[in-house]
Nanobody, 126 residues
Framework: QVQLVESGGGLVQAGGSLRLSCAAS????????MAWFRQSPGKEREFVAA????????YYADSVKGRHTISRDNAKNTVYLQMASLKPEDTAVYYC???????????????????WGQGTQVTVSS
């Protein structure tokens, strides 16, 4: 069983930065693939970024590639999403997700994740 708690969301102006954190409980955190998804009102939940258990592999959505960076600290059971050059279209509730599968197969598919946080709101003003 894994519990995920996100933090770090807020209101920021376009062009600004935010760092989201996701603290996980569970002694096998280091064996989980971790990801961030986001959801805006009226839209489906969309993939943002994913990171493998040893952080050797990362995937990004095209919309955030080059602006956002996913990382993890297995000693702290925490995964991060550093967001830079934020745009109004980045406004959404951001969710942390985990799955007890080491590989990155289909890592962009939210249906592959069994554990989710409660979400944190990110609002980017123009």
């Amino acid at each position: 069983q894994v519990q995920l708690v996100e933090s770090g969301g807020g209101l920021v102006q376009a062009g600004g930065s935010l760092r989201l954190s996701c603290a996980a409980s569970g002694r096998t955190f280091s064996e989980y693939t971790m990801a961030w998804f986001r959801q805006s009102p009226g839209k489906e939940r969309e993939f943002v970024a994913a990171i493998s258990w040893r952080a050797r592999t990362t995937y990004y959505a095209d919309s955030v590639k080059g602006r956002h960076t996913i990382s993890r600290d297995n000693a702290k059971n925490t995964v991060y999403l550093q967001m830079a050059s934020l745009k109004p279209e980045d406004t959404a509730v951001y969710y942390c997700a985990a799955r007890d599968y080491i590989g990155m197969y289909d890592a962009m598919n939210p249906a592959r994740y069994g554990y989710w946080g409660q979400g944190t709101q990110v609002t980017v003003s123009s």
